[in-house]
């Protein structure tokens, strides 16, 4: 099998924009301004018990992969310490990473119906 073979069977992401922008319109939060530094989730004293890592909620949100960033458990199970606030270099999320879960931001039956 050819390199370019290989190439053209991988998988294509394509990347979504809606997702961020309606974060953006709900709360005023820029989700681009997150860089993956990780330390939010290394920092993070739940973090084992997540479904999914807050940096992969971002990036997840980042690149609107709703299936992920809308059904994780993640945003429900935080603890509001605002340890991952605190060492966030950028702050793009609101103080604590539960403001997603306590707002219904990250809720499908509440995001999706716009209230």
Same mark, same amino acid.
Not at 26 to 38: A, F, M
Not at 60 to 77: C, R, Y
């Given at each position: 099998?050819?390199?370019?073979?290989?190439?053209?069977?991988?998988?294509?992401?394509?990347?979504?924009?809606?997702?961020?922008?309606?974060?953006?319109?709900?709360?005023?939060?820029?989700?681009?301004?997150?860089?993956?530094?990780?330390?939010?989730?290394?920092?993070? =004293?739940?973090? %084992? #018990?997540?479904?999914?890592?807050?940096?992969?909620?971002? $990036?997840?949100?980042?690149? @609107?992969?709703?299936?992920?960033?809308?059904?994780?458990?993640?945003?429900?199970?935080?603890?509001?310490?605002?340890?991952?606030?605190?060492?966030?270099?950028?702050?793009?999320?609101? =103080?604590?990473? %539960? #403001?997603?879960?306590?707002?219904?931001?990250?809720?499908? $039956?509440?995001?999706?119906? @716009?209230?």
């Amino acid at each position: 099998m050819s390199e370019e073979t290989k190439i053209s069977e991988q998988p294509t992401i394509t990347i979504d924009g809606n997702l961020a922008e309606r974060i953006r319109e709900e709360i005023g939060e820029n989700v681009y301004l997150c860089y993956q530094c990780v330390k939010c989730t290394s920092g993070c =004293p739940v973090a %084992e #018990y997540f479904d999914w890592q807050p940096n992969q909620i971002m $990036r997840a949100v980042q690149l @609107g992969q709703e299936d992920i960033a809308l059904q994780s458990k993640t945003p429900w199970l935080c603890s509001s310490c605002l340890t991952c606030t605190t060492r966030c270099p950028h702050h793009p999320l609101p =103080p604590g990473f %539960e #403001y997603y879960g306590d707002h219904g931001i990250l809720d499908p $039956r509440i995001f999706g119906a @716009g209230i």
